[in-house]
């Protein structure tokens, strides 16, 4: 099987304790039966430490999060007890590979990094230049319409379907700040940071200090318009699998939408890479709230 990945992929490494928002909390870790086969037979105080911090939930082996959504491996100084002591080869499969997904989409399994990994947006936002995607372990590259060409994607869109899908995804939404704010609040907020953002932006438009809809993407700064552009062709890789469901003009409405939310969020902070990063843990982390956008859209 071919392995697509975005021009990023091999630069990650995790920031571990200098992570402002790591991913050792506020998220349940599910223990695949291996490894906590492994735990078992780890001898010493790490092995006891270890046995103690798992629990069954719903008939699913996971680490009991602490009062403040800790992962109780996580030490003080932002650094895992299970790496420190014994390696990360003895990390449970879910650790090992967060952030990387992989979907798969016409015998091609397209892989990359999350965005709700603050490291992932960095990555993303680093470069200026048109987001590449690469064959993995060979030198090609392609743009993302090259890999659409790749996929049976092309029977989803109309005639002279190159030209037509550049000019839907070089485009903001056409909905106005108050339809997206309304999908936004239809999903399940993850925690006080998003209600708080979602507040600020309703807020700023009712000052009339937002509008939409935004310029044409190709008068923005050169550096901006990469961005988002970047933003939005990453935000439909990830969702192309969804094109036996969805629509392709849908899905490339949804990544516009996503972008254009987020980039009403860093309006509002000023923050770029974080507003990237709280959408991504909101919206593309959860299932259910991207079947809600996607049904809302219609609507
Ligand atoms: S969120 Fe990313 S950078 Fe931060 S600890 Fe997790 S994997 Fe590392």
Redesign the pocket.
């Given at each position: 099987m071919i392995t697509i990945v975005p021009d990023f992929y091999d630069q990650f490494s995790?920031?571990?304790g200098s992570?402002q928002?790591?991913?050792?909390q506020g998220w349940e870790i599910d223990i695949d039966e291996p490894t906590l086969y492994r735990y078992e037979q780890i001898k010493g105080e790490i092995g006891d430490k270890i046995r103690q911090s798992i629990i069954i939930r719903d008939g699913v082996f996971i680490f009991q999060l602490t009062d403040d959504d800790r992962c109780p491996l996580l030490q003080d100084d932002g650094l895992c007890q299970i790496i420190r002591t014994l390696g990360p080869k003895k990390l449970c499969k879910v650790c090992a590979m967060?952030?990387r997904f992989f979907v798969y989409k016409s015998e091609l399994e397209l892989a990359g990094l999350g965005l709700?990994?603050?490291?992932?947006c960095e990555l993303l936002l680093e470069r200026d230049t048109p987001l590449r995607f690469c064959i993995e372990g060979t030198d090609e590259t392609m743009d993302f319409f090259e890999l659409l060409k790749m996929t049976d994607i092309a029977k989803y869109l109309p005639r002279d379907c190159a030209s037509q899908a550049m000019s839907i995804l070089h485009a903001t939404s056409s909905l106005t700040v108050s339809q997206i704010l309304r999908i936004m609040e239809l999903t399940e907020p993850i925690n006080d940071s998003w209600c708080q953002l979602l507040a600020k932006i309703r807020q700023e438009t009712t000052a009339g200090k937002l509008t939409l809809p935004l310029p044409p993407l190709e008068t923005w700064p050169h550096d901006q318009q990469q961005a988002y552009d970047r933003i939005c062709q990453y935000i439909l890789y990830r969702m192309l699998p969804r094109l036996s469901r969805w629509h392709f003009g849908h899905l490339a409405d949804y990544a516009k939408m996503n972008t254009t939310f987020i980039y009403l969020a860093a309006a509002v902070t000023g923050d770029l890479p974080e507003s990237l990063r709280l959408w991504s843990a909101q919206i593309e982390y959860d299932t259910d709230n991207v079947e809600i956008i996607l049904e809302n859209m219609l609507k």
């Amino acid at each position: 099987m071919i392995t697509i990945v975005p021009d990023f992929y091999d630069q990650f490494s995790c920031k571990a304790g200098s992570c402002q928002h790591t991913c050792c909390q506020g998220w349940e870790i599910d223990i695949d039966e291996p490894t906590l086969y492994r735990y078992e037979q780890i001898k010493g105080e790490i092995g006891d430490k270890i046995r103690q911090s798992i629990i069954i939930r719903d008939g699913v082996f996971i680490f009991q999060l602490t009062d403040d959504d800790r992962c109780p491996l996580l030490q003080d100084d932002g650094l895992c007890q299970i790496i420190r002591t014994l390696g990360p080869k003895k990390l449970c499969k879910v650790c090992a590979m967060h952030p990387r997904f992989f979907v798969y989409k016409s015998e091609l399994e397209l892989a990359g990094l999350g965005l709700c990994c603050e490291k992932t947006c960095e990555l993303l936002l680093e470069r200026d230049t048109p987001l590449r995607f690469c064959i993995e372990g060979t030198d090609e590259t392609m743009d993302f319409f090259e890999l659409l060409k790749m996929t049976d994607i092309a029977k989803y869109l109309p005639r002279d379907c190159a030209s037509q899908a550049m000019s839907i995804l070089h485009a903001t939404s056409s909905l106005t700040v108050s339809q997206i704010l309304r999908i936004m609040e239809l999903t399940e907020p993850i925690n006080d940071s998003w209600c708080q953002l979602l507040a600020k932006i309703r807020q700023e438009t009712t000052a009339g200090k937002l509008t939409l809809p935004l310029p044409p993407l190709e008068t923005w700064p050169h550096d901006q318009q990469q961005a988002y552009d970047r933003i939005c062709q990453y935000i439909l890789y990830r969702m192309l699998p969804r094109l036996s469901r969805w629509h392709f003009g849908h899905l490339a409405d949804y990544a516009k939408m996503n972008t254009t939310f987020i980039y009403l969020a860093a309006a509002v902070t000023g923050d770029l890479p974080e507003s990237l990063r709280l959408w991504s843990a909101q919206i593309e982390y959860d299932t259910d709230n991207v079947e809600i956008i996607l049904e809302n859209m219609l609507k």
